[in-house]
């Protein structure tokens, strides 16, 4: 019944996330964009440029244009260090980058994960707390504004 | 959510490739790779294989008897789009049916939603046009083709033969649901 057991344990919730992709690099839909886009002119140089771009590279290009809440190649970047000040998982970033809550409360719902963390506002070990997701989500709010 | 992970593959370049007065190795090595991304396409492990972002690192070549092919072991960079259950996506309605509606997130692009994942949501359907979509009257707002929708992933299923993902996807939950479009991009 369960041909893969590794895959049936993965669980975003839960940020159990699969053996390869643990130490992997997680990308946000503006960062994807932006590299598809420089890629996609790369392979306009190559001989028989048609045959080399894939289904899943135009399907991805298309939704990433779509899904990008930052356009600005240098916002993308501010954004992405805004996130990285405070101790985010890779997965975390990359989902409040995606999504863009405007909330406390939003931030929490659409990141479970974020919402056991800072259960206790006091608790300086995990490096979050209520205050720092908010500072963080009028950070993005401004650079959003001011791209 | 997309990642760039590394991957290790064994590229193999035809004689002819490595033939002539001028060889262009790189290049030939770089188009051998992007076919070799597009035809793996997808794995249950690495979800979609995007694209090569970087080879890093070429080992010596083997020559291969009889067919003359020469074998080059290379580590490469890649993007790839790995689905998540319970991972939180933005995705647009390709098609509304009777039971609930058809949504695609990038190349995940078989994502079911069954009507009893839409609380509050009634099938509608134009008996002139035969246009159908789902209402929610008490929230105000519908679902149809186009429509942006914000859902959660609470089931992913791995298909060999065809080497896609199909998922099931529910929008019963806070903050899921339509989305203020204003922000993408159109």
Known sequence: MAPNAAAEEEDAAELKLGPDFEKAKCLMNSEVAVILERKYEQIQQLPDPASQVSQVFEKSLQYVKRFSRYQNPNAVKQVREVLSRNQLAEFEVC??????????????????????????????EDG??????????QDLATIKKFE | MFWEITIKRTIVLQPSMLHGDFINFSSALLTQLLDEVTNLKCSEDHGYYVTPTAIENVEQGKVRPITGVVAFPIQFKC?????????????????????GCFL??????????????MNGCHYYQNESTGACLFKNEQQGFEIKEG?????????IRWVEEQRVFKALGSINGDFLG?????????
């Open chain 1, 95 to 124: 989902v409040i980058g995606n999504l863009c809550p405007d909330t406390l409360e939003e931030a929490k719902a659409l990141v479970p994960s974020l919402a056991k963390r800072s259960k206790s506002d006091d608790d300086e």
């Open chain 2, 147 to 155: 429509t942006i929708l914000r859902f959660q992933l609470i089931g």
């Open chain 2, 104 to 117: 695609s997130s990038g190349p995940l692009d078989e994502i079911f939603l069954h009507e009893t994942m």
């Open chain 1, 128 to 137: 979050i707390t209520d205050e720092k997701i908010e500072q963080m989500l």
């Open chain 2, 79 to 99: 993007i790839v789009f790995k689905p998540y259950v319970k991972e939180i996506l933005d995705g647009e309605v390709k098609k509304v049916v009777r039971r």
């Open chain 2, 178 to 186: 339509c989305i203020n479009e204003f922000d993408c991009v159109q």
